[in-house]
């Protein structure tokens, strides 16, 4: 018997002439917990798909238990106990958790006629391998993100798997979640199971792996023992480059906060917030999911209607019914959901950048001035180094992290006296959140209010110089990130 | 110099014959659409027409359903094929007028047929004055009844220019001439929208609600057949009666088995055959004088409407029963 | 206690409401809506919208639209009715059945062929094929109102299952025969939609066709067939309408979709796929019918009929709607204040 559970060696994998894949290897023991990281586009996605025979490689070749494949089809793979759970679950919304169970074994099984006892049988099974408690004849669709992964998991465990692969697996789940499915992964590992996790979070990485694999650009980078990986080490193997987290330090002088909230309410969201924020100072806000964080971004920025409260911007009351009342007070929003609230994808990122300040750039007859749209345009390409061939392309055509920054250009392009970023580098890779961090922490040097909201405390804790903790729709603690750490921030968070 | 004139006149005159000769007038009969039977009648006799006269290009065209929208759409490709007559049997008055406008912009000659209120046309032919034919369906209506009774009317649209003459005729005669028959005043006048299946299902309902209801006076040739199937299901034979347009062919079995003891009808085919003949006749330039003769059988003497300058009626009207209704041929 | 909740929180619950609540308006109106007569005569009218219906229910779970049934039926039951007219045919309705259900399936290949193998959307497809039809039926077949149909036709739509007679007015409803085609379609439906792997598909293709395929579900062999199994209903339908009106009328039942869609979705179909139940399917065309086959019974004026018509579409769908949206509006849960402090 192999050391090895599963062997890829030298695999090459070309799309039109693209090496998607340039001789990576890739090494799973047998009931190990391996990460495989790197940031979008080098190569992972590409490699799961080698392994659970979905595309054939070009060269190189698999080895499973000791036996070796030139390439394996997607029936063998599952034969070999090869699952992979997808980001999206592949799960059906409509149908209910037993029938979610069953279809893949019944039609594995050749079975023409629907028998609820046999798939209520199998629904059972698979949902007592990990002790996972559901009704069976809830839609899954009414479940929530964790027990659609686990109603996944439990299906992946009916097919005697001896390697699960999980993509991306924590992106849309909440802290107590992810612990939880750690929990399972351990569980899973205890019977014999080997994981393969693919992630590109760091403290996730150091958490729950044993070994590690790194890609970039479609090169293996680096493998070994997570103990033997460290923070720097982690981000120069995924990025190349070398980062430093600088701690922010206010250094703009000012004695009068640009925006006061007194008592404000969102019914069923949250209840009685109060804070001012002074000209540049980074505000960090946290708290769960359903801590009423997000519903207080928006009910800044005129997107939720309050009940009670006031808001001032600059000793002065404000009416904010609407984003236009937002944007004219001087407040900017960057919203959680970048691709479907910030951005009008399909449109050049030129015009993403200069759609809130179009007015501004309007002249006579209301015509737009092209030479300073150019101008303008221009500038905010090179100020936040987008990285990109021609600003007439769509935003379609970018990166996460280059995503992020046209919208943020987007806001800065109008001035705000107050921006507030809800999850700022969620789904951006490591290199593009540093220089978010960076950009953010120069903007509030020069004088702007930065409200941050998000669940990444380390982010937090880094960029943040004043920070509020919400639970259940109440400020909870104002604490200061220089004395603070995150299990003192977590314990206010639960 | 009279020589001269006369000369050219007379070379002109000649000219204009033989231009016409050799290339004839092209006349296109629109009716509401190509697989209704009545329709399909008509075309018969607009096709022995045509062969009779070969100097001209006369032929019908239908929509493949009965739409205003296509039928617009098709007087209007005719308008831009640039032909010399259309001859149409509107579906909607309203739809079809601004198609039938374009037309007489372009100096097409446009001659209707059941479409009295239309304005943009020549002429419009009735085979009868709607009234009297309302009249006369009413009075196969009435003997049927006994004269006696509780009746309402069936139209295919409430929009539908002719079957709503038809009905007010009717319903008028009744008035005058049958004091024992009483129109049902909450619900005067429904709707078979042209579709056996709905006047089939809407008698059905009548007959639900008014038990006292004798007699439904139909229209278009769906009423009276579907209204027929309902008496004939609901065991109503020889208690109530339906009278209205409807095709000897179609009928004939109804007519048999006592359902239906009067259809009346006139026949498209010589509707159709009036239309081109008049349409010729304003393309020869010939004068339209009361009674116009149009040399097709019932549109011999045709009468101005009282009060029109456009429309005329003929005196086309037929009753079919179970005795003639072998006899039609169609 | 939790299973009544359960069946409370259904949208065929609210829809079913609403039904009883229109029937009750229909008494009270008429005093004619609960009677014996009255009842088949519904049935027998909900006989070919309530067939279409079960094709239509399947395409929408399946997550498409199918307009093309009008057409396809037509085409089916009129080139039907004209072969066996022309060879002048004396047997009984189930030869000429069993053919326009072969031309049914032929028809619905092709639907499936192009949806399900070539993947082309169902809208546009069955828009091109819905046209494809009629032109064929028109210009090919050069199809006419046909008068008459054989007999064994006339006398399979003619023949009662049995006849309902109103005591007080006397009037009398014939069950028609081909009410038992309904409910056999109606049966197969069922039995296909919930008790096979390929029934079960078509909802696993509706929810998410790319899981289907993961799942081991051949996403295309399930629309092919599917399609099949829609062209042959549908021409059964076409035959029943055709044997009921003893005549064959080329064009009658086009433009019938949308009140078609209409009902199923107001029976809770979810439009872009994947949910509904038959029942709710039923209950939704049920409505349409009633509606449609009462206005004059309820005392609507013929001019209000349309109007009528579509606001109870509304009505229907907006309870249903009105439903999801007081299960989805913030602040449904109250905040726990006082736990936290």
Known sequence: ?494 | MKKVIALIVAALMLLTCVSALAEGFEIVVVPKDASNPWFVRMNTGVEEYAKAHPEDTIYQKGTPEIDPTLQYQLVMDLVAQGVDAICVVPVDLESIEPALKAAREAGIVVIAHEGAALQNVDYDIEAFNNELYGAFIMDNLAAAMGEEGLYTTMVADLTNGSHNEWADGGVKRATEAYPNMKLLESDPRVESHDNGDTAYNVAKELFKKYPDLKGIMGTSSFDAPGVARAIEELGLSGKVFTAGTGMPGDNAELLKSGAVQYLTLWDPALAGQAMVALAQKLLNNEEITAPVNLGVEGYEALEFKAGSETVLEGQGWITITADNVDSFGF | MKSIRKFTGRVEFYIGLVFIALCLLIQVRSGQFFTSNNIVDILSALVVPGIFAIGEFMVIVSGGFDVSFPALASLSAFATTKLFLDMNYQGSALVPLLVAIAIGAVLGALNGLFIGYFELPAMIVTLGTSSVFKGFMQGTLDSKQLATIPQGMRDFGTSALFVAKNATSGLTSRMPMTFICFVAVLAVAWFILNRTMFGRGIYAVGGNAVSAHRAGFNVKRTRFFMFIFVGMISALAGMCRTCMMQQMHPTNMLGMEMNIIAGVVLGGTAVVGGSGTLLGCMLGTALIVVVENSMILIGIPTVWKDFFVGALIIIGTGISAMRVYIANKPGANSLRKEAVK
């Open chain 1, 1 to 494: 018997m192999s050391e090895y559970l599963l062997r890829a060696v030298d695999i090459v994998k070309t799309f039109a002439g693209v090496k998607a894949l340039q001789g990576v290897s890739l090494d799973i023991r047998p009931g190990e917990i391996h990460c495989l990281a790197g940031e979008n586009g080098c190569g992972k996605s590409t490699l799961i798909k080698v392994i659970s025979g979905v595309y054939q490689p070009d060269s190189g070749y698999i080895e499973f238990n000791g036996q070796r494949y030139t390439s394996i089809t997607p029936r063998e793979s599952i034969a070999m106990g090869i699952q992979v759970i997808y980001q999206d679950f592949s799960i059906f919304p409509n149908l209910t958790v037993m029938e979610n169970l069953a279809f893949n074994t019944e039609l594995a099984a050749g079975h023409k006629f629907v028998n609820r006892r046999r798939m209520k049988e199998i629904a059972r099974e698979a949902l007592s391998k990990i002790n996972f408690n559901v009704a069976l004849d809830r839609l899954v669709g009414t479940l929530t993100v964790a027990e659609k992964q686990m109603v996944a998991i439990c299906r992946a465990l009916m097919f005697d798997a001896k390697l699960i692969i999980m993509d991306e697996p924590t992106t849309a789940l909440t802290r107590k979640e992810v612990s939880a499915l750690f929990e399972i992964i351990l569980k899973l590992k205890a019977q014999g199971i080997a994981i393969l996790f693919v992630s590109h979070k760091l403290n996730e990485v150091f958490e729950i792996s044993e070994r590690f694999t790194i890609f970039r650009s479609g090169q293996l980078i680096a493998t070994g023992n997570t103990q033997d990986l460290d923070d720097k080490k982690f981000t120069y193997y995924m990025t190349g480059r070398e980062f430093e987290n600088v701690k922010f330090k206010p250094s703009f002088e000012a004695d009068k906060p640009v925006l006061t909230v007194k008592n404000l309410t969102v019914p069923g969201a949250f209840e009685d917030v109060s804070f001012d924020l002074a000209p540049g100072q980074i505000l960090g806000i946290t708290g769960l999911l359903d801590s009423g964080r997000t519903e207080l971004s928006l009910a800044l920025f005129g997107l939720r209607k309050t009940s009670g409260g006031e808001i001032l911007m600059k000793g002065q009351k404000v009416e904010i019914s609407s984003p236009r009342d937002a944007i004219a007070a001087g407040i900017g929003l960057v919203p959680e959901d970048r691709l479907s609230e910030g951005l009008f994808l399909p449109q050049p990122i030129s015009d993403n950048i200069v759609i809130s300040e179009i007015d501004e750039l309007a002249g006579a007859l209301s015509v737009v001035d092209s030479k300073r749209r150019q101008a303008e345009v221009d500038k905010w390409v090179k100020d936040l180094a987008i990285a990109t061939p021609n600003p007439d392309n769509a935003c379609t055509t970018l990166s996460g992290g280059n995503q992020q920054r046209i919208v943020l250009a987007k806001w800065l392009a109008c001035k705000p006296d107050v921006l507030i970023l809800n999850g700022p580098t969620v789904g951006v890779d490591i290199g593009s959140k540093h220089d978010i961090h960076a950009i953010l922490q120069r903007l509030a040097n020069q004088g702007m209010a930065v409200i941050i909201i998000s669940d990444d405390l380390p982010e937090i804790l880094e960029n943040c110089s004043d920070l509020l903790v919400m639970r259940a729709g109440l400020i909870v603690a104002r604490l200061d990130p220089t004395t603070t750490d995150e299990a003192l921030v977590l314990q206010h968070m639960m």
